[in-house]
């Protein structure tokens, strides 16, 4: 049975139970148990009744009365009977936060379970159904019908957990995430934020006590006004690809998924926290939308590869027609890129093939020039313009047989899909 949301056309009830199924339940209805537990073990044979209900039919079939349970119930030990208080204890743990929808999951002393499995062995059931399954789902149920949230394992905001042997509730609160794209106008700004590397971001003498390498970070400025709305514990952001510091991100901007871990409130105006984005990093950050979303959009984001175009300031005095020639010779063309050493503490040392798209000039002057360019993913603009010590190769500057610097480099487009 489904839980809660969908509309499903309510089907007629049925129950009928074979000559095996009354022998097993005549064996099943003299060991004391709960009309629950008495129930459940035909709980997978007919449909649209509830273990109780079948419990009824049962003894009617039987022409029998059942007799009064026996104090606790030897099948759950009365936890069924006790479920209003598993409600009051879900809905009493997470005061305080809001939440829509929901999963329920509970934890059981493996002997239970255990004695389930005897008592189908004994009474000889095919048909019986985990307490632990009936115990979720109308646990769930009830939450439901108290509070008005849906249950189910589709994108949870809460997850709750009864604890049966100690009588108590854990919960998990899942993460509410917030994509866009940002636009970086500042040359000082990391993506996310970098802990202080002396002190792994407890604070020193070095950060001046802040435990970060940065005063602040893309993550933090787009961060701070959604984690103020939603009272969230922090966040994790996940760009799709990320610039370096002293890159500008301009054009359509880059998209991310911020993830705010442990939000009390899940309602934002989205429209102005990208306004308070702007405003308040003092136009160092712009975002344009933002939209929610789903943990799948994460890993949507982190595994993109798409193109990129950039605008290089390049130094270095050389023709301009010399430049051109061997931007012809660049374009569609793979070069061999070697791990530059600025990056060689976070990537593997390695060799990797990447193309040059389209390359030309769009500004020139007596020292220098610039550049549009763009890449297939993954190539390192900078060490390509100037050559790396010959880990780049072929590189700009080797075509032309001059030294080359990149004053400076800004990524003008992310060449992905997203709206
Ligand atoms: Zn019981
Ligand atoms: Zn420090």
Redesign the pocket.
Known sequence: MALGGRAAVPEPPSFDPTAEALAAARRGSVRG??P??FGRLFGRLGHGLANPERAALLAQRLEISLPPPTAP?P??G?T?SRLPNWVDRAVRAVEGFEWHRFTCGSRWEPEVLAREENTWLETGTEWGESARAAFNREWGKAIEARTGAAGGPDRPDIVFLADLAVGRVEFTVLPLYVRGRYRKLDRTLPQTHWPCRRCQGRGCDTCQGTGKTYPTSVEELTGVPLVEATGAEGTRFHGMGREDIDARMLGRGRPFVLELVRPRSRTLDLPEMARQIGVRSQGRVEVDTLRFAEAPDVVRVKEAAPEKSYRVGVVGVVPVAKVNEALLLAQGRAIAQRTPTRVAHRRSDRVRARRIVAARVVDSSEGGFTLEIRTEAGTYVKEWVEGDDGRTDPSLSGLVGVPLKVGYLDVLEVHDSEG
Do not use: A
Request: glycine share 12%; aromatic share 12%.
């Open positions: 148990l709960c629950e537990c119930c099948g759950c009365d069924f």
